[in-house]
């Protein structure tokens, strides 16, 4: 289910139809991450709910992002320890992180494959193995001296 773009009652419509209900805070922290594609981190989303409604709290921020993930319909994205974007665009695909500007864009599925999976220990089964390219800028050229 992709939410991105939903008006406001159909956010609320879909969230019931989930199982969560629909409060207030909830819908203030959905219409930030569904306002567009975007990888927007806990922080973030924080800072613009509370610019509507400063009663949100981070506690409810985090609880509901964690409600997100676990109903998915918001991918968690995990670069590293201290870097974790929320992911409205739910459908498979990877993504490329710029480390020295941050920006993380999207790769479609079809455009990169995985192959030759390691053999799964017992009783696991596969949740999925989306890759993160990392880059970095290259460095400025100096003018080329005639
Ligand atoms: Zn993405």
Redesign the pocket.
């Known amino acids: 289910m992709n939410l991105v773009s939903n008006n406001l009652v159909d956010l609320a419509e879909n969230l019931r139809g989930l199982g969560i209900s629909p409060t207030k805070q909830r819908i203030a922290i959905g219409e930030v991450i569904f306002s567009r594609?975007q990888?927007i981190s806990a922080e973030q989303i924080l800072e613009k709910v509370q610019k509507a409604d400063a009663s949100v709290s981070k506690a409810t921020v985090y609880n509901t992002l964690n409600l997100f993930v676990e109903k998915k319909i918001v991918?968690e994205?995990i670069i590293d320890r201290s870097k974790v974007f929320y992911?409205p665009?739910t459908d498979f695909?990877h993504?490329i992180y710029n480390v020295d500007t941050g920006e993380?864009r999207?790769i479609s599925a079809e455009s990169l494959s995985v192959t030759g999976l390691p053999e799964l220990p017992s009783g696991v089964q596969l949740e999925g193995a989306d890759v993160v390219i990392r880059v970095r800028s290259k460095p400025v050229e100096s003018a080329v001296s005639v």
């Open positions: 594609n990888h991918r994205l992911d665009n695909h993504h993380i999207d």
